[in-house]
C-alpha cells in the first residue's frame, strides 16, 4: 500500500518569495511515481509536476522544482518567485509506476499568497 | 487538464434519487479512473476501468456504486439512491495503456460536484 502524508495544513508566503510545500510518503513498491497537483479555488486539478523514482535529477517545471530524497523519502515541492495566482491547494501523490495510474493523494496543503 | 471532459460540472439530487456523472476520456487514452473528493480532503481513488473491462474497484463502496466504460461512449459513475454522504467532488481522469505513454501523468478532468438535498 502506499501513503502520502502532508504535515502542513496551511502556508503562507509572501508575493515574489520561494516557499517549499512538504510531502513524505511510504511504499513498498520498487518504482514508483510522484506528482503534485495544484487544486484553485474553481476545483479543477492541475497537473504540475512528476518525479519518477529512478530519476536521477529532481524534476524541475518553470517555477516548480521537486526536492526529491529518496533515501528521505520525500518529495518537497518549491515554488520559486511566488505569484497572487499561486494561492490555492496543494496534492503530493503517488503512483506504482508501468503506466498504471491508480494514485494515491495526501490531504494537501493551502497555500496563500500575500501581495 | 481540459482535454478530459467531465458532465454536469454541477448536480444535485435529492435524497433517493439517481446520480450519473459522465467523463470522457483524452483523445487516445483508454483507460479512466474515478476518485472522489469529499470536503476538505484528498482525493480517494475509487475504480479503474478500461473499455468493457473493471480492472480494479477496490475503492467503490460495496452498495450503490457502480462504474462502466462502454465501447462507445462516455464512462459513467452511477450512484444509486442517494444519501447526504455522497455529496462530493467527483473526478475522472484518463491516461493511455500502459507502456504506451510516458506514464509520468493521469490527466483530470474539471470535476463533478454533486449535491444531495
Known amino acids: 500500500a502506499q501513503k502520502i502524508t502532508q504535515t502542513q495544513p496551511g502556508m503562507f508566503v509572501q508575493e515574489k518569495e520561494a516557499v517549499t510545500l512538504d510531502c513524505t510518503y511510504d511504499t513498498s513498491d520498487p518504482s514508483y511515481g510522484l506528482f503534485w497537483y495544484k487544486q484553485p479555488s474553481s476545483g479543477e486539478m492541475i497537473f504540475l509536476i512528476y518525479q519518477g523514482s529512478y530519476d536521477q535529477q529532481n524534476a524541475t517545471e518553470g517555477r516548480y522544482s521537486l526536492n526529491f530524497q529518496k533515501a528521505r523519502k520525500s518529495a518537497n515541492l518549491v515554488i520559486s518567485a511566488s505569484q497572487l495566482g499561486d494561492s490555492a491547494m496543494y496534492f503530493c501523490a503517488m503512483s506504482p509506476s508501468g503506466g498504471y495510474q491508480k494514485v494515491t493523494f495526501g490531504i494537501g496543503t493551502k497555500l496563500q499568497v500575500i501581495p | 487538464n481540459a482535454g478530459v471532459m467531465q458532465n454536469p460540472r454541477h448536480l444535485v439530487r435529492r435524497r433517493g434519487q439517481e446520480a450519473r456523472l459522465r467523463c470522457s476520456p483524452m483523445k487516445g487514452h483508454s483507460h479512466v479512473y474515478w476518485y472522489r473528493q469529499l470536503p476538505e480532503e484528498g482525493l480517494k481513488f475509487m475504480v479503474y476501468l478500461q473499455k468493457e473491462n473493471i480492472i480494479d474497484e477496490s475503492g467503490m463502496p460495496k452498495e450503490r456504486f457502480s462504474a462502466e466504460f462502454p465501447k462507445e461512449g462516455p464512462s459513467i459513475l452511477r450512484i444509486q439512491q442517494v444519501v447526504r454522504g455522497d455529496s462530493a467532488a467527483y473526478f475522472c481522469?484518463?491516461?493511455?495503456?500502459?507502456?504506451?505513454?510516458?506514464?509520468?501523468?493521469?490527466?483530470f478532468g474539471q470535476g463533478t460536484r454533486l449535491t444531495v438535498v
Open positions: 481522469a484518463s491516461s493511455p495503456p500502459p507502456g504506451t505513454g510516458a506514464g509520468t501523468e493521469a490527466f
